[in-house]
C-alpha cells in the first residue's frame, strides 16, 4: 500500500470521527433544550417568530405560542431558540431579628 493513501485514511477517519463527535453535541444540546421547555418561555421559530409558550402537548409534540394576544400552534420541532426561560420565584424568607434587651429587668422581691 502507499504510505499517502494510508495518511489520506487517517485524515478522513479523523475528519469523520470529529464530525459525528459535534453532531452529537449539538443533537443532545438541543434535547435538552426541548426538554426545558415550559409555560411562560419565551422562544423564536424557525420562521422567525417570537413568541412565549402559553401550552406544550408533549405527547402530540405540539406547543402554542402566545404572540401579542394571538395564540398559534406549532410543532415543538419548529422551535429554533429560547430567549428566555421562565423566571422561578424564589420564596423570600424574612429574618426576624429579635430585641436583644441589654439593661438588665430589675424585680421587686419585697
Given at each position: 500500500?502507499?504510505?499517502?493513501?494510508?495518511?489520506?485514511?487517517?485524515?478522513?477517519?479523523?475528519?469523520?470521527?470529529?464530525?459525528q463527535r459535534q453532531q452529537k453535541k449539538q443533537q443532545a444540546k438541543r434535547q435538552e433544550q426541548m426538554a426545558s421547555l415550559a409555560k411562560g418561555t419565551?422562544?423564536?421559530?424557525?420562521?422567525?417568530?417570537?413568541?412565549?409558550?402559553?401550552?406544550?402537548?408533549?405527547?402530540?409534540?405540539?406547543?402554542?405560542?402566545?404572540?401579542?394576544?394571538?395564540?398559534?400552534?406549532?410543532?415543538?420541532?419548529?422551535?429554533?431558540?429560547?430567549?428566555?426561560?421562565?423566571?422561578?420565584?424564589?420564596?423570600?424568607?424574612?429574618?426576624?431579628?429579635?430585641?436583644?434587651?441589654?439593661?438588665?429587668?430589675?424585680?421587686?422581691?419585697?
Amino acid at each position: 500500500m502507499n504510505l499517502q493513501f494510508v495518511w489520506m485514511l487517517l485524515i478522513f477517519g479523523g475528519m469523520l470521527f470529529f464530525m459525528q463527535r459535534q453532531q452529537k453535541k449539538q443533537q443532545a444540546k438541543r434535547q435538552e433544550q426541548m426538554a426545558s421547555l415550559a409555560k411562560g418561555t419565551e422562544i423564536v421559530t424557525i420562521g422567525g417568530l417570537y413568541g412565549v409558550i402559553d401550552e406544550i402537548d408533549r405527547e402530540a409534540n405540539k406547543m402554542v405560542l402566545d404572540v401579542d394576544g394571538v395564540y398559534l400552534t406549532f410543532e415543538l420541532t419548529a422551535l429554533k431558540a429560547v430567549v428566555n426561560a421562565p423566571k422561578v420565584e424564589e420564596t423570600a424568607v424574612e429574618v426576624v431579628e429579635e430585641e436583644v434587651l441589654e439593661d438588665p429587668i430589675e424585680t421587686s422581691d419585697k
